[in-house]
């Protein structure tokens, strides 16, 4: 459990690093009419494996949390839960919003339009990675 677990966590984690510290930046030298289209589709790759990891995390963790019971659970596992479920309201949200948002902006070819919205998304990737961090943080450090 714990294995998928951390798997799924490392999946989702670095392919937001990668959007955020490595594709954004680099996209930066494109016009928007290359640059959208080009984070568009890099982005609808990306969130059908972190629907996937969604999925995994939450099954997996509560498998884990189910087996010694939550009144036993560590104070870092609860707070686990509790990030986690933010972290996947936050994906929810992105997803159903900036990025449906996104798509159609780049249909419509409306480029600045298109921009505030992957900004958006930017800004909630960055909010979830912080928050998968303080996640990780919680099961090591609080008892
Ligand atoms: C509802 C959501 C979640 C639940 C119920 C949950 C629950 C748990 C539990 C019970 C453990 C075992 C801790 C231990 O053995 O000490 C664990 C470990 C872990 N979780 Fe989660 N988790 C959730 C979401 C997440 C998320 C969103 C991430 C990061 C993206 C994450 C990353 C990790 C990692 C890296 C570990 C391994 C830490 C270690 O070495 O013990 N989890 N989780």
Redesign the pocket.
């Known amino acids: 459990?714990?294995f998928l677990?951390?798997i799924?966590?490392?999946a989702?984690?670095g392919g937001i690093s990668f959007m955020l510290f490595a594709l954004r930046p680099a996209s930066a030298q494109l016009a928007p009419p290359q640059r959208l289209p080009l984070i568009l589709q890099a982005m609808e790759r990306f969130f059908q494996l972190v629907w996937v990891?969604?999925i995994v995390?939450?099954l997996?963790?509560?498998a884990?949390?189910m087996?010694?019971g939550m009144k036993n659970?560590?104070a870092?596992?609860h707070a686990?839960?509790?990030?986690?479920?933010v972290?996947?309201a936050l994906f929810g949200h992105l997803y159903f919003g900036p990025f449906r948002r996104l798509k159609n902006a780049v249909k419509a070819s409306d480029w600045p339009e298109g921009g505030r919205r992957a900004g958006q998304i930017a800004t909630l990737a960055s909010i979830n990675l912080g928050?998968?961090v303080l996640?990780?943080a919680a099961?090591?450090f609080m008892a």
């Open positions: 459990m714990k677990h951390v799924a966590a490392i989702w984690l990891t969604v995390l939450l997996t963790g509560l884990m949390l087996g010694v659970a560590p870092g596992w686990m839960l509790g990030i986690g479920l972290m996947f928050l998968g996640a990780i099961v090591f």
